[in-house]
């Protein structure tokens, strides 16, 4: 089966942490940077975090820099996010995606395979 599948969501309060995986299967993945995205209801999905394919760059977004970490390891075609000082504002349904290059950017269309995504509920 050719794709991406996120683990690790579920409910946490404020001020808690989850750490969220993406594994890819029969598709390349070290070549690739990767990135998070996450979706509230009723707001359009947005970029969190993104890793070049070597992990040594990368990318936050503003909202979640200094709380949150994305890392990757090649050898098990996974990535990573660690999120830490959660907020019921963080919220959503996070998605990984693999980049179509091997810089990453926080365009959604600059990615081409999605997982099924993961839900994340931080209450206050």
């Known amino acids: 089966q050719v794709g991406l599948v996120e683990s690790g969501g579920g409910l946490v309060q404020a001020g808690g942490s989850l750490r969220l995986s993406c594994a890819a299967s029969g598709l390349t993945f070290s070549s690739y940077a990767m990135g998070w995205f996450r979706q509230a209801p009723g707001k359009e999905r947005e970029f969190v975090a993104a890793?070049?394919?070597?992990?040594?760059?990368?990318k936050y977004a503003d909202s979640v820099k200094g709380r949150f970490t994305i890392s990757r390891d090649n050898a098990k075609n996974t990535v990573y996010l660690q999120m830490n000082s959660l907020k019921p504002e963080d919220t959503a349904v996070y998605y990984c995606a693999r980049s179509r290059t091997s810089w990453g950017t926080q365009s959604l269309h600059e990615y081409d395979y999605w997982g099924q995504g993961t839900q994340v509920t931080v209450s206050s």
């Open positions: 890793i070049r394919w070597s992990g040594g760059t990368v």
